[in-house]
């Protein structure tokens, strides 16, 4: 079953503007992680904010983590027509070293 | 490639057939994973691999679906007596051992497409 739910299901903007992904879940947690998804491929890990951060940069990415609200969000800044792509995030509960998934956002960027 | 590789990329079969899928992780990746990606179910974990030993099996469906390790590396996921159901992307991932260091991020193949007609 999935833990996480994402939104939005699906967002659409222009390029160079921000995209904001939401993700929540619902029990403790290692750590959680974001990755992308092209079209008919596997995912790509982007980046892993751990229970005890609250925020991590990665070039254009920037990921916070709100544990006492069990969320977490993702922002892409000056989007690019090559972000466009599905977003995942996934925890690592405590004491387990499988991924639960969210439902993903769809995110497309306009030219 | 040193990314994971995963065989085959497209699978068609008919129903009842029983199917091999492959998965050849990271040099030096300990761990493994299988997931299955569908759309009514999005990404869910099938099973978790530390060096040939499984675990974790509990997001085997049925006992229709097993998976083994050789050697540390290699895995296999068969799939016996096909059903529709059973159409979907698996994937595998693969990480190092994220008892000794926790947080370890995983690296997914493109997976198998696997069709049942």
């Known amino acids: 079953s999935q833990q996480g739910e994402e939104d939005p299901q699906a967002l659409s903007i222009q390029e160079g503007e921000n995209a904001t992904m939401n993700c929540s879940y619902k029990t403790s947690i290692n750590n959680l992680q974001w990755y992308r998804q092209n079209s008919g491929r596997g995912l790509v890990h982007l980046i892993l904010i751990r229970s005890n951060e609250r925020e991590k940069h990665s070039g254009r990415l920037r990921v916070t983590l709100d544990t006492s609200k069990k969320s977490s969000s993702l922002l892409i800044t000056a989007s690019r027509a090559a972000d466009t792509a599905s977003y995942f995030c996934?925890?690592?509960?405590?004491?387990?070293?499988?991924?639960?998934f969210g439902q993903g956002t769809r995110l497309t960027i306009n030219p | 490639g040193a990314g994971v590789s995963q065989s085959p990329s497209n699978k068609v079969t008919e129903k009842g057939k029983d199917v091999e899928l492959r998965c050849d992780p990271i040099s030096g990746h300990t761990a493994l994973y299988w997931y299955r990606q569908s759309l009514g179910q999005g990404l869910e974990f099938l099973i978790y691999?530390?060096?040939?030993?499984?675990?974790?099996k509990s997001g085997l469906p049925s006992d229709r679906f097993s998976a083994e390790r050789t050697g540390g590396s290699v895995s296999t996921l068969t799939i016996q007596r096909t059903q529709q159901e059973d159409s979907a992307v698996y994937l595998c991932?693969?990480?190092?051992?994220?008892?000794?260091?926790?947080?370890?991020?995983?690296?997914f193949g493109d997976g198998t497409r696997l069709s049942i007609l």
């Open positions: 996934a925890t690592e509960k405590v004491g387990a070293q499988k991924l639960v």
């Open positions: 691999f530390q060096g040939n030993s499984a675990p974790d």
């Open positions: 991932a693969s990480s190092l051992d994220s008892r000794r260091e926790s947080n370890q991020p995983q690296h």
